[in-house]
């Protein structure tokens, strides 16, 4: 017990150093700690805005796997627009923090690639070097918006979940849109440490925003497959009518764990019944 207060301080302590947001403080059915940092960047997607969808703008960090040093396996990922990848990874690079930048959601604009980093060493010592890094992007203290939530959004949200057999993320008090995870279970290590239970690496993730009068709004997702399952997933997708584009996976993955980002816009239950589908074949 006494591991799990310490380690959900280390959390809290992170979250608040950066400037971010505990997701799922660390826990014996949670062993990672997830952290979330909202940035303010406007960028549309098959022509609605996906601002307020956090699974796009914000950026995540995962850490745990503690060795008896204190030190954990660090993972991070950061949208970060294509004007600032020079200044952000130059800062990386100054810093000695592993870093991989891929690309982001297709349609999406402007493009918003993501940059990858990992370590291994004291969370805090991690979030203190990631501070120049964090300076330089648009960063917020929670994502907010104009739109009230309605009751419907929630049924909504709930339905989905249950459709996919997920669960709802729990963020700080948000205000437009609906995240949820689906946890998946994907041997993996990186930097030759487990990674098997980090939410950020193996979790699938799906959203939806920008919900209009008719009940259609812009879906998210992102599905992590296995390299050599990447292709008929992605064709599965393509039959259901579904936009997806292929991203590579954190860098010193053993076996590479890549994803399959998801768009569409349609009633959110329709998308979750074709995501299903294409999952369980059902």
């Not at 294509?82 to 990386?92: A, D, F, K, S, Y």
């Not at 960063?139 to 459709?163: A, G, L």
Request: proline content about 7%; overall charge negative.
């Amino acid at each position: 017990m006494d591991h799990f207060i310490e380690t959900q301080s280390l959390c809290h302590s992170f979250a608040s150093i950066i400037g971010g947001y505990t997701i799922l403080p660390i826990s014996p059915q949670f062993p990672f700690c997830t952290i979330g940092l909202s940035q303010c960047i406007e960028v549309n997607m098959l022509g609605r805005s996906a601002a307020d969808s956090t699974m796009v703008t914000d950026a995540y960090f995962d850490f745990g796997n503690f060795d008896a040093q204190g030190r954990a396996l660090i993972i991070g990922r950061i949208p970060v627009e294509i004007r600032q990848i020079p200044t952000v990874t130059g800062i990386l690079a100054r810093q000695g923090i592993l870093y991989k930048v891929v690309n982001g959601y297709s349609f999406s604009e402007p493009d918003l690639p993501i940059i990858y980093v990992a370590s291994i060493e004291c969370p805090i010592s991690f979030a203190h070097r990631l501070l120049p890094v964090l300076n330089t992007l648009p960063t917020i203290p929670v994502h907010q918006s104009n739109k009230p939530t309605t009751i419907y959004m929630h049924e909504t949200c709930n339905q989905v979940s249950n459709i996919l057999g997920g669960f709802l993320i729990p963020y700080p008090p948000q205000q437009s849109f609906c995240s949820i995870a689906l946890s998946q279970y994907h041997p993996i290590t990186i930097l030759g440490r487990c990674a098997t239970q980090s939410p950020t690496v193996t979790d699938g993730i799906f959203s939806f925003v920008s919900m209009d009068s008719q009940g259609c709004a812009l879906n998210i997702g992102r599905i992590p497959v296995q390299l050599k399952d990447a292709n008929e997933v992605m064709l599965k997708l393509t039959r259901e009518g579904l936009y997806s584009n292929f991203v590579e996976g954190f860098p010193c993955s053993q076996p590479m764990l890549s994803y399959i980002y998801v768009q569409q816009i349609e009633k959110p239950v329709v998308f979750a019944e074709k995501i299903r589908g294409v999952l369980y074949g059902a």
